[in-house]
């Protein structure tokens, strides 16, 4: 069309001109001068026509390609071919701004899409390694080398790079250079680093920060400098990298504090009922494995002596005993005060759990140096076993409890397994305690008095309360039963009132029968001494009844003074101080026995 409509309109204008030339030659045409002059004026605009016709047209083109072409753009497809070449030749400085134009939207769609990508890496709490990676994807520009040197945390000494080697991306620790924390917070080091590397000249670097301390650096190396749109992306990248750093940062914190013990660094109570439901519910048919409760003894008198600094060193340095001989194959955890927790598996044998609890009872009894003094605690260890004792958390609790329990009972510083024998003792003490705070409520507890003969005066002139009990249900039950599961329970100290009751109603009897009298005594627990208060509560209870001081004695064994001295000290300094008499039963049979001191 372009050639017919230019061979066209020259036709036109060669015509015309013949025509004029034929007038000026021939004057005495046939045709009037004027009516010549018209038609080459006529045949001469009719070739200007088709040439500005043709020209019309070529800019008709030109308008629908720039407009197909925007129209591509506006649906994000920019996968079409450069304008330039396609307009007229009048119009290509156009072409060229409309491609710039193309190009720029293309990068600035690509960078928002790539930061859009890693802010929902970053919103969904995905690891570092993840962010990382996509964030050194959109840091790739042409004839230039991106890298990143960072730290994974602020205290941390190492640096890694991460880099593209073609392809494939690179993960290396840098090692060559001063990693002292004080050169770690200073760019320059970082750029050191990254020439080093690239082995190419450093053009631009991005400081990268977590919780406002530099950590790292989005570094660009080569031999061109970078465009405006590439400086912006690369740094709205190393902010990107430096929030997903803080929040990393932040929720490892929290998951830290809320799944470890601050004191030890072990896992809490928490972690370990998680760690314990999830390994029971993923746990093969036939895998093995047992829970282990630990509870430290004599760790109290080391707490009260020398104070909780001096606790906290010694729970630290059983924390880290018990890693030591454990930690390698067994998850720890601190279930709270002085209590431990262990969880093992792939293990059946008796003799192999056996072996553990003596390894770490023999750790832990080892004396431990706290500031200027030297202290020992022992360790009770209860041991229950999946699946032969149970397949749930609350059933393996219960029972490696049940079993630590028995083995503090029995002797201390051992260990037991759990068995049926104390599943029944078990659902006895249950049964006892039920019954037991029934019958203190209903005061169905009896109190007997056990005449005392004074052999100088061949007379009885004293008694000592004794509590007594027989259930309807369960019959008569032994006061070492029923005193025993009262202490596990505190219902020691709701029957304390009964007893007083007792005394008082025994000695005004007495008194109206004027008989001689000089003290009526009653059992204390050392559970009830080691309770802050208990003397003035006891105090408070004989002043109610008006029972006088005097004629009160408090009987203690022994083995009260093993445990909380300088609390059963105090308790025992207001009573005397009140006028109650303290005496020591059953001497002999506790600590100073000759077994004990064998």
């Known amino acids: 069309v372009r050639v017919l409509s230019v061979m066209a309109g020259v036709c036109f204008l060669l015509v015309g001109a013949v025509i004029v030339a034929l007038i000026m030659l021939h004057e005495s045409s046939h045709a009037s001068t004027a009516q010549l002059i018209l038609a080459a004026a006529s045949v001469s605009l009719g070739g200007l026509a088709t040439l500005l016709l043709w020209q019309q047209h070529t800019l008709q083109k030109s308008a629908a390609v720039c407009v197909k072409q925007l129209k591509s753009i506006i649906r994000g497809d920019f996968g079409i071919k450069p304008l330039d070449g396609q307009l007229a030749s009048a119009h290509q400085e156009l072409a060229l701004h409309i491609d710039e134009v193309v190009d720029l939207l293309y990068e600035s769609l690509m960078t928002r899409d790539s930061m859009a990508d890693i802010d929902h890496l970053i ?13 050194l994807s959109a840091a790739r520009l042409d004839a230039l080398t991106s890298c990143l040197l960072i730290r994974s945390e602020t205290e941390s000494v ?31 080091t970082y750029r050191r680093m990254a020439e080093e590397q690239s082995r ?17 650096a989005l570094c660009v190396s ?97 924390a880290n005993r018990l890693l030591g001989v454990l930690g390698s194959n067994h998850l720890i955890a601190r279930l709270g005060g002085d209590e431990f927790g262990v969880i093992g598996t792939g293990e059946k044998r008796t003799e192999a759990i056996a072996g553990c609890c003596e390894r770490a009872i023999e750790a832990i009894t080892q004396p431990m140096t706290v500031g200027n003094m ?58 006892v305690e039920r019954h037991l705070r029934r019958a203190i409520d209903e005061h169905t507890l009896k109190v007997f008095f056990q005449p005392k003969l004074n052999v100088e005066r061949s007379c009885v002139d004293s008694a000592e309360a004794l509590l007594r009990w027989r259930d309807p249900t369960l019959g008569e039950i032994s006061p070492t039963e029923f005193i025993a599961v009262a202490e596990e329970t505190g219902l020691v100290h709701d029957m304390l009132s009964l007893i007083v009751d007792g005394i008082a109603a025994m000695l005004q009897e007495w008194q109206d029968s004027r008989l001689p009298l000089r003290s009526i005594a009653l059992n204390v627990s050392p559970r009830q001494l080691m309770r802050h208060g208990f003397a003035l509560s006891l105090l408070s209870l004989l002043d109610g009844k008006q029972v006088a001081h005097e004629l009160v004695e408090v009987e203690v064994t022994e083995t009260v003074f093993a445990n909380d001295m300088y609390q059963v000290l105090s308790e025992v300094h207001i009573l005397r101080m009140a006028g109650i008499k303290v005496a020591l039963d059953d001497f002999g049979t506790g600590y100073s026995s000759l077994n004990m001191l064998r």
């Open 374 to 431: 030297e202290h020992s605690v022992g360790a009770s260890i209860g041991v229950a076993r999946f699946p032969e004792d149970g397949e749930t958390f609350d059933e393996l609790t219960t029972k490696a409890d049940s079993a630590m329990y028995h083995a503090k009972k029995t002797n201390g510083s051992c260990f037991a397994f759990f068995d049926e024998g104390l599943r029944e003792e078990g659902k006895r003490k249950a049964l």
């Open 200 to 216: 190419e000249p450093l053009v631009d670097s991005y400081p990268i920060e977590c919780d406002r301390s530099l950590v790292g």
């Open 158 to 188: 190492q640096v890694k790079l991460h880099a593209f080697n073609g392809d494939k991306p690179v993960e290396k620790v840098v090692s060559q250079f001063d990693m002292s924390g004080k050169s770690l917070s200073d760019m320059q």
């Open 123 to 135: 919103l969904s709490g995905a690891k570092l390694n993840e962010v990382i990676s996509r964030s």
């Open 222 to 318: 080569g031999h061109r400098q970078m465009t405006g749109s590439e400086v912006k992306r690369l740094s709205d990248l190393a902010d990107r990298l430096s929030v997903a750093l803080t929040n990393i940062n932040r929720a490892e914190n929290l998951y830290q504090q809320a799944n470890h013990d601050s004191l030890t660094g072990l896992l809490n109570r928490r972690a370990f009922e998680d760690s314990l439901r999830e390994r029971l519910a993923k746990r093969p048919e036939n895998e093995h494995g047992f829970v282990l409760f630990i509870d430290l003894d004599g760790f109290k008198k080391v707490n009260d002596t020398e104070g909780h600094e001096a606790g906290d060193l010694l729970l630290s340095g059983v």
